[in-house]
């Protein structure tokens, strides 16, 4: 996936006012597995940095597949409440039914109607997002007209959406589309209206006026002595002269704006990018980190070391947002570097060594913990569960649930729970089926206090415990259930846990009573809550512990 740089372009934008709150959607989807790549929606991207100098947080890629579609979108979402302004800026291909449309994934392979939402983003969902900030959101839609195989109830294009009251959508071809959204969409005090009228092959629809621009202000105005923008005698190149002679982002920009086509505008592009980088104090650490090349593992990885370090980055996603830039600016100051928030080769590496350090530590203190748990374990069970009566086998398993000895205590049991069955008194015998058939706290109490001698007195105690334990864990399922594990992943945590001697069962991505006991005595040995079920620190020191074997 292609990340975007953050920039700082003040110049460019002028005095453009930030809103708290302000989010913005961008992706340029061109090279497509099963479909004609389309040629100029990666120029999509390049709106990314106008976004970011407006204070937007920005969510921006490019030829993504499904899974990493989602993931943008939900993050995306998550941020998007309306507190601020909403933009959503979409280049690629789109399919259409009476039903809806979907903007699709790269890897999207002839969808139906059915598999659509597998394979795109509803567009009725980002416009959903969009009303949030009613006046305030505006979606773009760019598409070309190149071939896509589609299957049943499909067709190509945007479709007919009734826009939400509030929402401006605009569609048009992708190089339009772009251009809109690097130039005109944030000109201080430019309406809508007039700003969509001022780009070839854009239509809008929705809520498109100029009574209330998104931007609020004034246009740029021309520096004094500099003759308004428009007809100049000379026409083209008395207009370049011009920039030239001012030698300002501002000249430049409006060169551009009146002659966008010119054999001149990638000079003068070159020249804002210089005239940027010189009062662009972050200028040279974001032009090092982009030099990295840092792919979306690798940058998932410094997310991983920086949380393992005691740095949140508000996420493992490999997208350098907020979260992270703010966790490498901490992380710069604790170890003297200018905190600008991107990062140099030396640094990737010394997080990952201090990282690989401190995943060692955590081991370390983790082995040693779970070698006094087990010596604990072993005494209680020599005083208890080792001298085979029925108290001290259910002392035991109080105490030790999970404990080295679970497993035999439970199976020496069986044979106390058979005779006590055999003995039972028809009535209490009754008592407890009920009781075990609605397998609740409230039946279990009500078995105790009908038979307060009955022959499964102590069984139901263990069961209103056990019960219990299963309600505190209920918060922690769901959680767990919210980070959207993979098969590979399950797997993954499962030999993990397998390889460290936990008995997690048979490794085959499935979470039994086997893995949740195994997961709780991780847990319990490295101080982490033992729920039995996984969080992302959990999940953090489980690949963390892995790197060091």
């Known amino acids: 996936m292609l990340l975007l740089r953050a920039a700082l372009l003040a110049l460019v934008l002028g005095a453009v006012p930030a809103l708290a709150g302000d989010v913005a959607l961008i992706v340029a989807n061109s090279a497509y597995d099963n479909a004609r790549n389309l040629r100029d929606a990666g120029g999509l991207l390049r709106a990314a940095e106008t976004f970011e100098a407006a204070g937007f947080e920005v969510f921006s890629g490019a030829d993504l597949g499904a899974e990493d579609l989602r993931d943008l979108a939900a993050g995306f979402a998550a941020e998007a409440d309306g507190s601020g302004r909403i933009v959503i800026a979409l280049a690629g291909h789109f399919a259409q039914s009476a039903a809806g449309a979907w903007f699709l994934a790269t890897d999207a392979d002839a969808p139906g109607l059915v598999e659509a939402g597998a394979e795109g983003l509803p567009l009725a969902v980002l416009y959903e997002i969009a009303a949030r900030a009613p006046g305030r959101a505006v979606v773009l839609l760019g598409t070309e007209d190149r071939e896509i195989r589609l299957g049943p109830g499909l067709a190509r294009g945007t479709g007919a959406l009734p826009v939400p009251q509030g929402v401006a959508v605009i569609r048009g071809a992708t190089d339009a589309v772009a251009r809109f959204a690097a130039q005109g969409l944030l000109q201080p005090g430019l309406g809508l209206a007039s700003a969509v009228s001022g780009t070839r092959g854009l239509s809008a629809e929705g809520f498109v006026t100029d009574a209330l621009p998104l931007v609020p202000g004034g246009p740029p105005t021309p520096p004094p002595g500099s003759a308004a923008p428009g007809p100049l005698p000379g026409g083209e190149r008395a207009a370049w002269a011009e920039a030239l002679a001012e030698d300002t982002v501002a000249a430049y920009e409006r060169f551009l704006r009146l002659h966008p086509q010119s054999a001149s505008a990638p000079l003068a592009r070159a020249a804002i990018e210089r005239l940027r980088a010189a009062d662009d104090p972050l200028a040279a650490a974001r032009q090092a980190e982009e030099a990295l090349g840092l792919t979306r593992d690798q940058r998932r990885q410094v997310q991983r ?18 979260g992270s830039r703010s966790a490498v600016e901490a992380w710069q100051r604790a170890n003297r570097y200018e905190p600008t928030g991107f990062l140099t080769r030396e640094q990737v590496e010394r997080i990952d060594a201090q990282a690989a350090r401190r995943a060692a530590e955590l081991e370390a203190e983790a082995a040693a913990r779970q070698a006094e748990q087990d010596r604990a374990d072993r005494a209680y069970w020599a005083e208890t569960g080792a001298k085979g009566d029925e108290a001290g086998l259910r002392a ?34 009754l008592d407890w089926e009920r009781a075990t058939a609605e397998d609740t706290v409230a039946a279990y109490r009500r078995y105790l206090d009908a038979q307060p001698r009955g022959a499964f007195r102590a069984r139901a105690e263990d069961r209103i415990a056990a019960l219990r334990r299963e309600g505190e864990s209920s918060d922690a399922a769901r959680a767990e259930a919210a980070l959207g594990l993979t098969g590979f992943t399950r797997n993954l945590v499962e030999s993990r846990l397998d390889a460290l001697g936990l008995r997690p069962g048979r490794v085959d991505g499935v979470f039994d009573a086997d893995t949740r006991r195994a997961i709780r005595r991780y847990q319990s040995a490295r101080d982490l809550p033992p729920t039995g079920y996984l969080s992302e620190g959990t999940i953090v020191r489980l690949l963390a512990d892995s790197i060091l074997r």
């Open 396 to 429: 035991y398993l109080r105490r030790y649930p999970d404990g080295l000895y679970a497993d035999v205590a439970r199976e020496r049991l069986a044979p106390f729970e058979d005779a006590r069955q055999e003995q039972a008194a028809a009535a209490d015998r």
């Open 305 to 322: 070391n920086l949380s393992l370090l005691g740095y949140d980055t508000r996420g493992i996603d490999g997208i350098f947002g907020r």
